[in-house]
């Protein structure tokens, strides 16, 4: 079965299977009349779309995980944006809403790279194209996120010979971007070259993307994949079942530290121990050059609720003290691998990080 092929058509890109095959690839946005998101927190339950009005409610959209992922992130904000552009044109106004709108989730590099991307198009257009050169503006990082989920996934795939069984952790899909996912397009790539024997999913605790969206979408598409819960990972690591583990990232600092959900850092270390592959997947707007190490990266502290609770069922004492960081940091010496559409990092050093960046 070939890789599927992105192209852009008009209001959003579409995503065209090989010619007889279902289009079950899921999108996390679209635009049509207006910018709308597949509500994340409702799923696998019901597949529920929320327009998104302006920049207020795409704050509210991102803190509260309606749409989550560090690409799908910042594409959401760029439409938010376009539709902030569209209600009142006024530079000053629009400033204010974009600081505001970069600052709805602290680590994912993505959102303040798509921010700046759109005010920029803004900035450079008379009033009455503002609108049309903002919505320009979102399609193209739309389009790229699409085009470099495909090359990650190519990529990616080539680093694993034969058939082999990946291990990956939350969602790094086509949820989490504009296009086929990083990690899952690596994972999306194998299973079209029938080399992919088996998807294993963490359940990632405590928002579990992976049980609730990982485990969907994979099955949505055909891909075979077992659910554990995150600590069932360390053993399955250690009984040779998994021949790579691969994740996506938020953001990556200049010398290859990687932020990502967390209890990644822990796949990794559990990976070493055990000489599996471990390999980050992630598109260039996630890079930070700028940020020198792992120990500078901001790590979003999330709401106690999240752990006191399984959706809205209480597990824990009322109260309780919570640590409930959204992500944590894997050092680069623990990584095989960084794949971005402009290469591969391996070994992975300040060096490597810059030529794929
Ligand atoms: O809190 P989330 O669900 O936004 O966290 C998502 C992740 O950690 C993903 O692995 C990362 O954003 C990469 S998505 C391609």
Known sequence: MPIPEYTETGAAVRYHPPVGEPATIVTALRWDEGLELLDQRALPQRER????????AAVR???ALTVRGAPAIGLAAAYALA??????????????????????????ADLAHAVAAVMAAVEAAPAAERFAQALAAARRLHAADAAACLAIGRQGAALFPGPVALLTHCNAGAL?????GTALGIVRALHAEGRLARLYACEARPVLQ?????????????????????????SLLASGAVGGVVVGADRIAADGAVANKVGTYALALAAARHRVPFVVAAPTTTFDLACPSGAQIPIEQRDGEEVRRVRRTAIAPA???????????????????????RGVARPVTA???????
């Open 49 to 56: 779309w929320i327009p998104i009005a302006g920049v207020a």
């Open 83 to 108: 539709e902030e552009v569209r209600r009142d044109p006024d530079l000053g106004r629009l400033r204010r809403a974009a600081r505001r709108l970069a600052a709805a989730r602290p680590t994912a």
């Open 351 to 357: 060096a490597t990080v810059q030529e794929i960046a």
């Open 176 to 180: 989490a971007t504009g296009g086929i």
């Open 319 to 341: 109260g309780v003290d919570v640590y409930n960081p959204a992500f944590d940091v894997t050092p680069p010496e623990l990584l095989t691998a960084i794949v971005s559409q």
């Open 210 to 234: 992976g049980a609730r969206l990982t485990a969907w979408e994979a099955g949505r598409d055909g891909i075979p994949v077992t659910l554990l819960a995150d600590s069932a990972a360390a």
């Open 61 to 63: 959209a991102i803190r």
